[in-house]
């Protein structure tokens, strides 16, 4: 059985302080893209276990062992269920390694669906989403798509209402940055800054009310004044040239940029989807990044495609 699960942009990345449990109170508006990957569940023999291979850009930079969120969530179903998780997960990559757009958290969210229909399992979305929720704070989205408003550490979503279609294009970084230490660094910051970086210090983050009605309205234009991401100075401080790929992107005609969640890959909203060819051609040329992909969202979440 093969799923295929999209990327995410943060439109909306709201930074709570520090908690007492190590994480970050959120609020994070997910938007699902079109580029994705693919997970391949295929039946292995009584013994076997979870087994893994990936092709594609950045194959080599992911992980075939037990730290793999896809191996994770095969065993995680397995478990819930009882039945013994012999499977081999094929991931076609598509998605940047490291690159802030969750292409791990989507990989397992694909396992999670992949092998519930390889192994015949019919699993009630609720339950699902609460496995999802185990293995990471990003995989409940991957597997919901669409736009949706995540709190707590990003797990309990609320979809929101969108209209329309809007235009991306990414910026891929050569290498990737750590999460953890990107948040890290915003915390520093804030101590730096004197605002102080513990939950007691700084307001718990809220949806930004012009930036729901810019996504209920379908305007492009409202969106990309309303496109903010907390992490941002953290990750420009972490990996300072990503400047020059926002700068690039903007003086192409993208009329929206931002750092993609924790990054370091880039995120601009154009106008349409022409815009969006002539913006990422800029930036393939602009030589501030290795890649740059014209998409499009919101899609939705992991589903099968078909059985293989």
């Not at 390889?118 to 990003?138: V, Y």
């Not at 007691?200 to 930036?211: K, R």
Request: aromatic residues 4%.
């Amino acid at each position: 059985m093969t799923a295929r699960v999209p990327a995410k942009v943060n439109v909306q990345l709201g930074v709570g302080g520090l908690r007492g449990d190590g994480f970050h109170d959120l609020a994070n508006i997910f938007f699902a893209v079109a580029l994705g990957d693919e997970v391949t569940a295929t039946a292995a023999a009584p013994g076997d276990g979870v087994t893994l291979s990936c092709t594609g850009p950045d194959a080599d930079q992911v992980p075939l062992d037990d730290s793999n969120l896809a191996a994770r969530a095969a065993r995680l179903l397995a478990a819930h269920h009882g039945v013994a998780a012999d499977v081999h997960l094929h991931i076609a990559k598509d998605i940047p390694v490291a690159g802030g757009m969750a292409g791990g958290s989507a990989d397992g969210a694909a396992a999670l669906v992949a092998c519930d229909a390889l192994w015949a399992l019919d699993t009630p979305r609720e339950t699902l989403l609460a496995l999802a929720a185990e293995l990471g704070s990003d995989v409940p989205f991957a597997l919901l798509g669409g736009v949706a408003l995540g709190r707590g550490r990003g797990e309990i979503l609320e979809a929101l209402p969108v209209t329309g279609t809007f235009h991306w294009v990414f910026a891929v970084a050569d290498g990737g940055l750590s999460t953890p230490a990107v948040f890290r660094e915003c915390d520093r910051l804030r101590e730096e800054a004197g605002t102080g970086s513990a939950d007691a210090d700084v307001p718990t983050p809220d949806a930004d009310p012009a930036l729901l009605a810019a996504l209920a309205d379908g305007d492009p234009a409202a969106l990309a004044a309303a496109l903010t991401n907390d992490l941002q100075s953290a990750a420009l401080s972490l990996r300072p040239a990503l400047a020059a790929t926002l700068h690039a992107g903007a003086d192409a005609g993208a009329i929206g940029a931002l750092v993609s969640g924790s990054g370091p890959t880039c995120a601009f909203l154009t106008k349409d989807a022409e815009a969006a060819e002539a913006v990422a051609a800029a930036l393939t040329a602009s030589g501030t990044c290795r890649a740059a992909r014209a998409t499009y969202g919101p899609v939705p979440g992991a589903a099968v495609l078909a059985a293989g």
